[in-house]
């Protein structure tokens, strides 16, 4: 492979690959997906030995951080296996982060075998500290199966970051709680704006909560600051003085981020989605089933890279109240 690195139209370089290792779930949140989902076939979905030979591709030509979602990346089988091998990369130094994004329901028994092999800090989606609630959000989640996650994880000392989607009616009743209780467990939060993506059986537009309303609302009772730091992603950060913890906003609908975008997402059958809110895709599983020493697969690579656009389209309002893209947020995994 060469090792010239893989820079977009824009001049952005691609060193962040999210990887939806499945598309399915144990949960079925209200704002991700429809009660009745139909997941991909079986046969569809790349195994985890190809899974591992595509990410040490993009490994290969430059990709520095690694993220595992899904889907719930955790009700993969054998996913440890693939984690495992993924941390042969930490070692040899090309990476420099392996990581997941979770709903915590699984992760009382994987974290000590996610810290054994290299994983450092995970992202746990919460969105209420209140059972009746995580029950209704989720559809049919246990709070403390969460909870118990989380506690496991602090002890094998992983950083946390807790990811709130803002949801109009449902929490915004508990901003101030979140913060306190993040605070308290020395978790980082960041609050993200619904996005229009997949049918889900309600309106968008019912869910939608602008977090600009939701950082004025915060500001009137905590000491807010503009933080510089950047993690190369969509999120922007204030410090809480009074938690001393980070506070993130993702702000797609509200403040368009697409400027400093350094990631590509793969799913798991071997798609590539060059942005999460556009439709356009690359095939890599063809390339990486094609016989060779791997030079098609860096081709479609490079040619998938020559396509990123400039930004998404999400749009919610009355007159947009339709999916901006048809696919669900778990098959690119956010
Ligand atoms: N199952 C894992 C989880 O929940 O963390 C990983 C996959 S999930 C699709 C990744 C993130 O996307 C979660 O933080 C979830 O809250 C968020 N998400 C799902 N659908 C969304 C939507 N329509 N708009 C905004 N965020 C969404
Ligand atoms: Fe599952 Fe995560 Fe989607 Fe919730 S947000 S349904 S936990 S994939």
Same mark, same amino acid.
């Given at each position: ?16 690959? /999210? ?10 949140? $209200? ?24 990410? &040490? ?7 520095? *951080? ?18 495992? +091998?993924?941390? /042969?990369?930490? =070692? &040899?130094?090309?990476?420099? =982060? ?22 450092? /800090?995970?992202? $746990? ?7 009746? *609630? ?11 199966? $969460?909870?118990?996650?989380? #506690? ?25 709680? @979140? ?19 997949? =049918?889900?059986?309600?309106? /968008?537009?019912? +869910?939608?909560?602008?977090? &600009?309303?939701? %950082?004025? *609302? ?8 503009? &933080? ?6 969509? #999120? %922007? ?27 590509? %997402? ?7 989605? @060059? ?13 990486? %089933? ?10 479609? !690579?490079?040619? #998938?890279?020559?396509?990123?656009? *400039?930004?998404?389209?999400?749009? !919610? ?18």
């Amino acid at each position: 492979m060469s090792n010239v690195p893989l820079i977009d139209p824009f001049d952005r370089q691609i060193s962040y690959l /999210r990887v939806s290792v499945t598309d399915r779930c144990d949960l079925r949140c $209200v704002y991700c997906m429809a009660e009745d989902m139909t997941f991909l076939p079986k046969a569809d979905v790349l195994s985890l030995e190809e899974l591992d030979r595509l990410c &040490s591709a993009f490994v290969g030509l430059g990709v520095r *951080k690694l993220r595992l979602t899904g889907g719930e990346p955790l009700v993969r089988k054998n996913i440890l296996w693939l984690i495992r +091998q993924l941390g /042969r990369h930490l =070692e &040899s130094g090309a990476l420099d =982060e392996l990581t997941l994004t979770s709903n915590g329901t699984q992760l009382a028994k994987y974290t000590d075998e996610l810290a054994a092999a290299g994983v450092r /800090r995970i992202n $746990v989606s919460l969105d209420t500290l209140d059972p009746t *609630k995580f029950a209704a959000i989720t559809r049919w989640g246990k709070l403390d199966q $969460v909870l118990d996650g989380l #506690a496991a994880a602090k002890r094998a000392g992983l950083a946390v970051k807790i990811n709130t989607v803002a949801l109009k009616g449902i929490n915004d009743d508990e901003f101030d709680r @979140m913060l306190t209780w993040c605070g308290e467990c020395g978790f980082d939060l960041t609050f993200i704006e619904v996005m229009p993506m997949g =049918e889900i059986g309600e309106q /968008r537009i019912d +869910q939608y909560l602008p977090l &600009s309303m939701v %950082r004025a *609302k915060l500001a009137e009772r905590w000491t807010l600051t503009d &933080s510089d730091h950047r993690t190369g992603g969509p #999120a %922007r950060y204030v410090e809480v003085a009074e938690t001393g913890q980070r506070l993130g906003f993702i702000t797609p609908l509200t403040h368009n981020f697409c400027e400093s975008c350094n990631r590509v %997402r793969l799913t798991c059958t071997g798609t590539l989605y @060059m942005c999460l809110g556009q439709n356009d895709d690359a095939d890599l599983r063809s390339a990486l %089933r094609s016989n060779g020493d791997g030079g098609a697969l860096e081709q479609a !690579i490079r040619e #998938a890279i020559t396509r990123k656009p *400039k930004g998404h389209d999400f749009v !919610i309002d009355r007159r947009h109240n339709q999916p901006a893209v048809g696919r669900h947020m778990s098959v690119t995994g956010g």
